[in-house]
């Protein structure tokens, strides 16, 4: 059963009185085009290459159709769609079953389940095209369905739960619950509600299917994806087309690899689309990552465009180098790959030979084939330390061993309730936004009379002059702070109070606190809302009045409510200051940031080459506004630079007096100009706007993946001569997939960012630890080269887990007295915008540092306590000698167990190899340090030292442990994540 329109036109269809294969031929009436009644694919006549959309059908008994939809109409000859009276037998029970299969398509690749093999079995559990499926016959209905198993990302396990004669049931493994096969739906459990999502599942004989699909897998045989990968070539040695099942056409590889990777999604899809710049082209593509036929349709697009004739040459070729009247002009040159693989294309389908080079022989397995995943308790640790900077409570240790990574929601949960969370979100927006950069100075005098009131603060009660003088310093400083933090305390108020995060562009409040409020000079009017009018760091959300000057000039701002028109993060002063402007560049930088930060657009990359800049000036007036070359970009970014247009460099009111340049396109927002009654409102305009577009989701959900994997997103490769090219295109794409799908669902989510966090934490690539085996072939090793946990942690990360491991900060890293921030990688928002990911000799001096350091301040100190209040040596005492016995020896070995577990992570036996090359270093120095004659056997004066007394190391075993202590934290399990 299928749709049967095609392109917007409806046609009628009929029987040809032939068959191929088996199968009986269609014509629709229209164009007398002959159609393949199986795979519903256009073959022979004007529609040939085209496909109809199959409709969701089921071979099932009438009776128990009608049992499960009463309303049903059935179809008559005589007296069409009027409901008959009696039954129907839709199908002989018995004279096809035999025969039949059922046929699934996942990801336009298709598997055949026989009923013979699926009957006996009643549920086949499998993964295909890596989609977790479940393949069911339900005797009841004489016919078989296909769902996908999973859950909430929960992958189930079905097996029959009724016995023989009762209507099928099927249990999951996992909880146990009772599920309805015919319906996809748990009916009791612990999963009672849920539904599970239907797969494109297709009854057909098993002998058609073998016809028509002669690459596609059978369950069970030896073309089982399980056993055998598929085939690159036929037997003619000519590259084979891949089947994309009964939704699209035949599409070779060489289209998807070489003219769409290459060409089409890169440089043709910029303009060639429903919204873009050639919109109005026949030639209009679709963006593959969102269809499912897409790349079928992109491929007759440019098959019909390849075949159109101008004084004998395709009109596809003329037009990219720009000989025929081409919007983009000469995209491509003759003379370049990209060029060569079109003419290419261009031959293959006008049925000429194909003398170029043969496709890559390369069969991708699973993406994450091959990868080993961390266990469901060190991603537990890797969350709490990342998110919560703690270890893992008992509690939590004990859900995750006794239930696995289905506890971790609810762990998620707390954690995002926790002070520390905030911390770690604040700090990992910032480092997008980078309004910490905007300086201390954010606010002006013109408008802000208040702005230096801790100059007039009473401070007699600090004491003498002295004492006055140091308190006014603090008072600046944390005044300075409170204000300069007022951005991310928006974006930690929006989260930790469950609202749409979308208000980062529309929330019509600003955060201040006690100090900031006397600053914009409303404290007064809200000294009552705050529970401390002397904590510097409380924030409550207000609305500023509108600005007004105070030196008696004109500057005003306009305003219908009296307030300042607040526009979430986009019209802070703080945001406003850090993107300044200038009289040339005209808010062109702040559109610019707007679009990569907001939309996740870099506008700069919309041109598909650099424009000739001087050559553009030569020969237009206005090139940002005639110039194609210039154009692309500026007709994004000026109608955004032109809702800026009254805020000056420092981010306050300030309007041109000649009023906006009119050598620009317009303020406005894609194809939408704004109307001029909004100009006093233009931010909150846009901010609106931003809302609504699907990019902010996928740009957020962006953020959220580089604060918790700490790698930016993938970028789609450029270089289309690059031998891995194809390999880091699969990369982006199924980062860019996983991106993308969760980025609707956070939308569908009320955009809740707690969401986007837990989706990604589920997700394989944070679960991903590395490489189980090393991958042999380079394009497996280049698709894998951005997956795994290889995060070096950042100075403030570290410094947060040295605080989690031994109970206070190093001190060293970040704070008023660090020295090695920058040089560990930190930025400081200003000059220093982009974290160092790769380590550095710097590096390296400063962690050898820090293991000195910490193991010095912390393994006597631990020593000195009570064994039940020591973190490092509860179960151990410095008088365990190795030597002694074996019961010395198991009681160290134990000890070392506990640091690795505690500082490292690692769950290791005693035996274990890292175990033993630690015990050996800690006899080592034991044996050394007993070897020198007179060796003080205290502990040292610098590190050992408890209330000014240096504790006793007889045995020299103190010694030994802070070796131990100072080996681990070198370790790459420590400094890394």
């Not at 629709?28 to 159609?35: A, R």
């Not at 009644?37 to 529609?47: F, I, N, R, S, Y």
């Amino acid at each position: 059963m299928y749709r049967r329109e095609v392109d917007g036109k409806v046609y009628d269809f009929d029987h040809t009185g032939y068959v191929y294969k088996g199968s009986f031929v269609m014509f629709d009436k229209q164009t007398g085009s002959e159609w393949i009644h199986v795979t519903a694919e256009c073959v022979m006549g004007p529609l040939r290459g085209k496909s109809l959309d199959f409709l969701p059908a089921q071979v099932i008994t009438w009776q128990k159709w009608k049992a499960l939809h009463p309303d049903t109409t059935v179809f008559s000859s005589r007296n069409r769609w009027k409901a008959k009276s009696r039954d129907r037998k839709a199908f002989s029970r018995t004279s096809s079953r035999k025969k039949l299969g059922l046929n699934v398509v996942v990801d336009y690749a298709s598997k055949l389940y026989p009923y013979s093999k699926l009957e006996p079995q009643r549920v086949i559990n499998d993964v295909f095209q890596k989609t977790p499926l479940a393949a069911v016959f339900v005797p009841q209905a004489d016919c078989a369905v296909a769902w996908i198993r999973k859950v909430d990302d929960r992958t189930l396990t079905f097996e029959p739960a009724s016995r023989d004669g009762q209507p099928l049931r099927l249990k999951d493994k996992e909880t146990g619950s009772l599920w309805d096969p015919l319906r996809g739906k748990c009916v009791k459990g612990a999963l009672r509600g849920k539904q599970l999502e239907p797969l494109v599942a297709i009854a057909i004989y098993v002998g058609r299917y073998r016809a028509f699909y002669p690459d596609g897998e059978v369950f069970g045989e030896k073309n089982d994806s399980a056993s055998k990968p598929p085939s690159a070539k036929n037997a003619g040695g000519r590259p084979e087309a891949n089947h994309r099942g009964p939704q699209g056409v035949v599409v070779d590889r060489f289209f998807a690899d070489e003219v769409w990777a290459k060409v089409g999604e890169r440089t043709c899809l910029k303009c060639h689309h429903a919204q873009g710049d050639a919109s109005d082209s026949e030639f209009l593509l679709q963006d593959t990552l969102r269809g499912r036929d897409s790349l079928d349709k992109n491929r007759v697009a440019f098959a019909q465009m390849a075949a159109e004739k101008e004084d004998g040459k395709s009109r596809l070729l003329l037009k990219i180098i720009g000989e025929l009247d081409h919007g983009g002009q000469d995209v491509l040159k003759a003379d370049t790959t990209g060029y060569r693989i079109l003419a290419r294309f261009v031959r293959r389908t006008s049925g000429k030979p194909d003398d170029g080079p043969a496709i890559a022989d390369y069969h991708a397995p699973p993406f994450f084939d091959g990868i080993e995943m961390m266990t469901p308790r060190r991603i537990l640790r890797r969350v709490t330390l990342s998110l919560a900077a703690r270890l893992p409570t008992k509690g939590e240790r004990a859900a995750v061993e006794r239930d696995g990574l289905k506890e971790m929601d609810a762990i998620l949960d707390q954690v995002m309730r926790e002070d520390a969370f905030y911390e770690r979100l604040k700090e990992g927006f910032n480092d997008i936004f980078l309004t910490i950069g905007s300086g201390s100075d954010v606010l002006s005098y013109e408008y802000f009379k208040e702005k230096n009131w801790p100059q007039k603060y009473d401070l007699t009660d600090a004491g003498d002059e002295d004492a006055q003088k140091k308190a006014r310093y603090k008072l600046f400083d944390d005044y300075r702070a409170a204000m300069l933090h007022e951005p991310q305390e928006l974006i930690a108020y929006i989260v930790r109070n469950d609202r749409p995060f979308t208000e980062l562009a529309t929330a019509d409040y600003i955060m201040v606190t006690p100090y900031s409020a006397r600053a914009y000079g409303i404290y007064e009017a809200l000294r009552e809302r705050f529970k401390d009018p002397d904590d510097p760091f409380e924030y409550i959300p207000t609305k500023l009045p509108a600005l007004k000057s105070n030196w008696g000039s004109k500057k005003m701002q306009e305003s219908d409510t009296g307030f300042y028109p607040h526009a979430g993060l986009l019209s802070m002063f703080h945001y406003l200051k850090r993107y300044p402007t200038t009289e040339t560049n005209r808010n062109r930088h702040r559109a610019r940031m707007y679009y990569q930060q907001f939309l996740g657009v870099n506008i700069m990359k919309l041109a598909s080459r650099v424009p000739d800049a001087v050559a553009a000036e030569a020969k237009y007036e206005i090139p940002t506004m005639q110039s194609a070359d210039c154009v692309v970009c500026h007709k994004t970014m000026d109608p955004v630079a032109g809702l800026f247009q009254d805020f000056e460099a420092s981010g306050h009111i300030g309007p041109r007096k000649d009023g906006w340049y009119k050598d620009m396109f317009g303020p406005g927002f894609e194809d939408e100009d704004m109307p001029d009654k909004e100009r006093w409102r233009a931010l909150q305009w846009l901010g609106e706007r931003t809302a609504k577009d699907p990019r902010f989701a996928v740009a957020m959900v962006q953020h959220v993946y580089y604060i918790l994997i700490g790698r930016k997103v993938l970028l789609p490769p450029e270089d289309i001569d690059d031998p891995m090219f194809a390999s880091k295109r699969r990369a982006y794409r199924q980062q860019r997939k996983l991106i993308e799908e969760v980025a609707g669902r956070f939308a569908s989510a009320k955009f809740n960012l707690k969401f986007v966090f837990k989706a990604l934490v589920g997700s394989e690539y944070y679960r991903a630890d590395g490489l189980a085996a090393l991958a042999e072939q380079p394009r497996r090793r280049a698709e894998l080269d951005d997956v795994g946990l290889v995060r070096l942690l950042t100075p403030e990360q570290l410094e947060r887990k040295l605080t989690a491991l031994f109970g206070q900060k190093w001190g060293r890293l970040v704070g008023r007295g660090n020295k090695f921030e920058i040089l560990y990688g930190g930025i400081d928002s200003k000059s220093v915008t982009e974290r160092m990911t790769d380590p550095s000799g710097a590096m390296g001096a400063i962690q050898r540092i820090l293991s000195n350091d910490v193991a010095c301040k912390n393994v006597a100190l631990d020593f000195s306590r009570e064994p039940s209040q020591r973190r490092l040596f509860p179960h151990i005492e410095l008088d365990v000698v190795p030597g002694d016995d074996s019961a010395a020896e198991a009681k160290i070995r134990q000890a070392i167990v506990h640091l690795h577990q505690h500082l490292l992570g690692q769950k290791q036996a005693t035996d274990h190899p890292e175990v033993e090359r630690t015990y050996r270093l800690f006899v080592r120095i034991v044996n050394h340090a007993k070897s020198k004659e007179g060796l003080d056997k205290v502990g040292s004066y610098s590190c050992d030292r408890i209330d000014g007394k240096r504790l006793d190391d007889p045995h020299y075993t103190l010694r030994a442990w802070r070796g131990v202590v100072t080996y681990l934290l070198r370790q790459h399990d420590f400094l890394y994540e």
